[in-house]
Nanobody, 127 residues
């Protein structure tokens, strides 16, 4: 199947920056939609930013102008550059990917859809 591994979280002061990475591995046939989500204590998981295979992006209003999502399709890696961090950005950040995975090499090749989450990385912003 497909595995996602996030990295880059940590503790930073307000106004600082962090860059998150999410590396996808496995029998990947394609990665279509990728996104970053976050979940703060006592709150529901929310979308932070998303990007399509073609590079179209969308952001939560709370992070527009501060966060930038990007992807390296050759490396199957997703990034989130976070600038001017605020205490309210404190949360566990999760990577999500959707696409097709090869379940049989074939012939004929068989692919099936997947929707996979990473294990999460903690981001803490101190005031």
């Amino acid at each position: 199947q497909v595995q996602l591994v996030e990295s880059g979280g940590g503790l930073v002061q307000a106004g600082g920056s962090l860059r998150l990475s999410c590396a996808a591995s496995g029998s990947i046939f394609s990665i279509n939609h990728m996104g970053w989500y976050r979940q703060a204590p006592g709150k529901q998981r929310e979308l932070v930013a998303a990007i399509t295979s073609g590079g179209s992006t969308n952001y939560a209003d709370s992070v527009k102008g501060r966060f930038t999502i990007s992807r390296d399709n050759a490396k199957n890696t997703l990034y989130l550059q976070m600038n001017n961090l605020k205490p309210e950005d404190t949360a566990v950040y999760y990577c999500n990917a959707e696409g097709l995975v090869t379940t049989r090499l074939g012939p004929p090749r068989i692919v099936t859809p997947y929707d996979t989450w990473g294990q999460g990385t903690q981001v803490t912003v101190s005031s």
